[in-house]
């Protein structure tokens, strides 16, 4: 794995450090919200499987009671380096309604993927709805989207790591790198 990566472009202090600023800024917000007491209830909607390192330490970051449900988002099926458009692979679960939903995606590109998220939360009529990406690559959306956190911009290259993919593969690197393009 490791003779496949070119660049680092984020390391892992770095992440550490932002994943804790955004987990301040998520209390913060929903504290104002009224929606970070002990009764009130917080749904963290991951989008697989990109997302899964950022929420497992966003989530230690976030001193709340919150629920998981995963939510199954198709864009770049296999090898492909370009969103062919986002579907959804299964129904979202039907209890975000009336509850305080964070939408937490590994990377805003296209924005297709966000877009179709928040669109189906939003009909199910959550009291509060927020959305949190670590990366973002400005210039690049389709949709008219904005995060309401984004860990970082970074340039429009393709990247792996922290759970970001290239054909299922290097989501274990603990790092935002390039892949070098013999392995691509
Ligand atoms: P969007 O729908 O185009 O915004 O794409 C979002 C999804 O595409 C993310 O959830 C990622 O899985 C994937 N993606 C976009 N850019 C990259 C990248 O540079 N590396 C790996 N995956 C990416
Ligand atoms: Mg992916």
Redesign the pocket.
């Known amino acids: 794995m490791l003779r496949d990566i070119e660049r680092v472009l984020i390391d892992r202090a770095s992440i550490d450090r932002r994943v804790d600023e955004l987990g301040r800024a998520i209390v913060a917000d929903l504290a104002r919200d009224g929606a970070a007491g002990d009764d009130a209830e917080l749904v963290i909607v991951p ?1 697989l499987t ?1 997302a899964m390192i950022l929420v497992a330490d966003l989530i230690r970051h976030l001193p709340l009671k919150l629920r998981l449900e995963l939510a199954g ?1 198709s ?2 099926p296999g090898t492909s ?1 370009e ?1 062919k458009g ?1 579907s959804m692979k299964h129904d979202l679960p039907p209890t975000l309604g009336g509850k305080h939903v964070l939408i937490v ?10 877009d179709l998220v928040t669109r189906l939360v939003r009909e199910m009529k959550p009291a509060s709805l927020r959305t949190c990406v670590l990366l973002r ?1 400005p210039g690049k959306a389709r949709v008219n989207f904005t995060p309401d956190y984004v860990g970082f911009d970074i340039p429009d ?4 790591g922290y759970g ?3 054909d299922g593969y290097y989501r274990n690197y603990p790092e935002i790198a390039t892949l070098r393009p013999e392995a691509r």
Do not use: P, R
């Open positions: 989008i990109g988002v864009s770049y380096m969103s986002a995606d590994d990377i805003l590109d296209s924005g297709q993927t966000l690559k290259e393709f990247v792996v970001l993919d290239y």
